[in-house]
């Protein structure tokens, strides 16, 4: 069994938790919008058509913030098409995804599912088939109060306060050529620039994501955020950063290091804007919004030429067994230590298309293994992201070269003198022991901790997955971790992700 030693120290910290961390992903996909958060008729449903049975999983999930409505599918968006009378809306030929488009539901309803379910809404403007003059006649639609014609049809359609969406993204990875209206890092950056300066003469406070790479292994790569920083620096906010990983070739050990792909991606784009700043003499820090993150079994997604044109289809729904879990609680590791940088983030995507929740027609919904890893990091990563040292052997990978065995980040919230501690061992083959000094964790001496819980995610069979018929296959169980005066030891299995919880104090 190998060791890990951590210690926590209060002067070491990254920056708060960011609550938009927690944030997902809506797309007009496959089966995420129609028979995922949405199906009239079914037993489940509201007065409104969307299925309650979902908005319960969401809220358990502990997402913050849902970005809508694509995805590959903005790009070729007409948004009026799905506001108004639900029975005089068009139907349309997505050509992102090859579908039908009901347009059932559109923004308004969008928005008030996240209302309902208590998430905020994030939207994306078409800058693939459209430009600015449609991103202001939305913004105006969504956020203008009423006494002008888009924010009088608003209120016509039954919403007469704003709906004061504050995060937008201006279009969707832009550099990617399967994108409608693909576009080169000049013509973007152009087209980003007016329509960023236009939207903020609307409401100059809001947040605006420009479109980064489509992924770290795109040839523009570095030059695309450069070029379209160099335009766009004083308009907007953030930086989008996607990626989905997968075992490539059967790759595991690499896959289980995915975080390490993650990192150096998130470093990457911080360094092509601090160059851009420090070119333009600026202090301004534009942050990342790593907008579209998950597992992806993008081998087995044949392209979107090969889609059979039908209406809500079954696209890439990957059903995840322990490791992917595993991978995702790293992730969300490597998102919370690179908190001071990374200013929000959507697992991609919520419902069916390689989500953590699983929904059948007519039938029930459930959490899939990645689920589990998400809604405990959502729910007890508060207050400050702590820099642990940690000191373990190293796994070699052939993506990565060596990479740390065990991964730890840790947030300690001095309000309830909660500490929370997140930790995956990366190998397949050996169990670790972790011993986590907690004496400085919050400056408060060895005597003032109790251990709340240790919760681990962790299977023999590493294999396993939830179905409808077993949806508890693969749940979080109690680990061994125990408190000995200033240290914590706690058994971590191979390939496993755990959440340990203590508390200054006795337990509350
Ligand atoms: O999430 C699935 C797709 O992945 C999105 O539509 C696109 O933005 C990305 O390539």
Redesign the pocket.
């Known amino acids: 069994m190998g060791r890990a030693t951590v210690r926590l120290d209060p002067a070491f910290t990254v920056g708060p938790v960011r609550p938009r961390t927690f944030g997902s ?1 809506v ?1 007009h ?1 496959g089966r995420c919008v129609y028979t995922g958060i949405y199906e009239p008729g079914h037993p489940e449903a509201d007065e409104l058509g969307f299925r309650s049975d979902v908005a319960a999983l969401v809220r358990e999930l502990g997402v913050t913030t849902v970005r809508y409505p ?4 903005v790009s070729n968006y007409r948004w009026e098409d799905g506001i108004g009378p639900k029975a005089d809306r068009p139907t349309q030929l997505d050509l ?1 995804w090859r579908s039908v488009e009901t347009n059932q539901v559109g923004t308004d309803d969008f928005v008030d599912w996240a209302r309902g379910v208590g998430v905020e809404p994030m939207m994306a403007v078409n800058l693939g088939t459209r430009g600015v003059q449609e991103a202001i006649d939305l913004l105006l639609y969504c956020n203008a109060e009423t006494g002008t014609s888009w924010p009088d049809l608003r209120a016509k359609h039954g919403h007469h306060e704003p709906h004061d969406v504050r995060v937008w993204c201006l279009g ?2 832009m550099d ?1 050529p ?1 994108q409608m209206g693909h576009k080169t890092a000049e013509e973007y950056a152009r087209v980003a620039e007016e329509t960023a300066r236009a939207m903020r003469r609307v409401d100059p406070g809001l947040e605006l994501v420009a479109c980064g790479s ?1 992924n770290r292994g795109m040839p523009t790569f570095g030059t695309w955020e450069r070029v379209v920083l160099e335009r766009c620096f004083d308009l907007v906010d953030h930086i989008s950063a ?1 990626a ?1 990983y997968e075992p490539v070739d059967g790759d595991v050990d690499s896959f289980l290091a995915s975080g390490e792909d993650m990192h150096r991606f998130i470093e990457s784009v911080v360094a092509t804007a601090d160059h851009v700043a420090a070119v333009k003499g600026s202090d301004k820090r534009i942050t990342v919004s790593f907008d ?1 993150w998950n597992v ?1 079994f993008q081998e087995r997604f044949h392209g979107e030429n090969s889609l059979e044109i039908r209406e809500a289809p079954e696209l ?1 729904e990957d059903v995840y067994d322990v490791t992917d879990a595993v991978v995702v609680g790293s992730l969300l590791i490597t998102l919370l230590q690179h908190t001071d940088r990374v200013a929000m983030a959507c697992q ?2 919520l419902v069916n ?2 989500a953590p929740i699983a929904t059948r027609p007519g039938g029930g919904a459930w959490r899939q293994t990645i689920f589990h890893p998400f809604a405990l990091t959502a729910q007890h990563a508060r207050g400050t992201v702590l820099r642990p040292a940690v000191a373990c052997d190293t796994i070699d990978t052939s993506a990565y070269g060596p990479v740390d065995q065990v991964v730890v980040t840790a947030t300690h919230d001095p309000d309830t003198g909660d500490l929370a501690v997140f930790v995956v061992n990366r190998s397949r083959t050996e169990a670790a022991e972790l011993v986590l000094d907690v004496a400085d964790a919050v400056g408060a001496g060895p005597t003032a901790y109790t251990l709340v819980e240790h919760l681990a995610l962790h299977d023999d069979d590493t294999s396993a997955t939830n179905t409808e018929a077993n949806p508890d296959r693969v749940t979080p169980r109690p680990g061994d971790a125990s408190v000995d005066g200033p240290t914590l030891t706690a058994t971590l299995p191979p390939t496993s992700w755990h959440c340990i919880r203590l508390t200054e104090g006795t337990v509350r």
């Open positions: 992903f797309e996909m694509g995805g590959n599918f992102a969707n990875e990617g399967w489509s996607h989905y579209e992806w890439i991609a995507q298309v390689i």
